[in-house]
């Protein structure tokens, strides 16, 4: 059983950065696509960023193109997401997700693994 841990959330202004982080329990890391999600309060799940299993392919939600980028260290066993000019339409609970599929997957059906969120809040 795969343990994810996220952390890096918090409080901040309209076109602030944040980094989250999220550490996974079992190796090889390496054997799993991850994929970061969040949710907003009513709201369904929703993709935010994919990871493949060497890091070399990404893919983004067209809502953070340009503004966030999904990385890895597979020697530490930690997945990236980092989130620049942030706005309060971001404002949501972000969890990272990994999945044994072999390409990213969009949807949180995909993903075999959670971890708890994060919560990121951005004020106007």
């Known amino acids: 059983q795969v343990q994810l841990v996220e952390s890096g959330g918090g409080l901040v202004q309209a076109g602030g950065s944040l980094r989250l982080s999220c550490a996974a329990s079992?190796?090889?890391?390496?054997?799993?696509?991850m994929g970061w999600f969040r949710q907003a309060p009513g709201k369904e799940r929703a993709f935010v960023a994919g990871i493949s299993r060497s890091g070399a392919n990404t893919f983004y939600a067209d809502s953070v193109k340009g503004r966030f980028t999904i990385s890895r260290d597979n020697a530490k066993n930690t997945v990236y997401l980092q989130m620049n000019n942030l706005r309060p339409e971001d404002t949501a609970n972000y969890y990272c997700?990994?999945?044994?599929?072999?390409?990213?997957?969009?949807?949180?059906?995909?993903?075999?693994?959670w971890g708890q969120g994060t919560q990121v809040t951005v004020s106007s």
């Open positions: 079992e190796r090889p890391f390496s054997s799993y696509i």
């Open positions: 997700a990994g999945s044994s599929y072999v390409t990213v997957r969009t949807t949180p059906e995909s993903y075999d693994y």
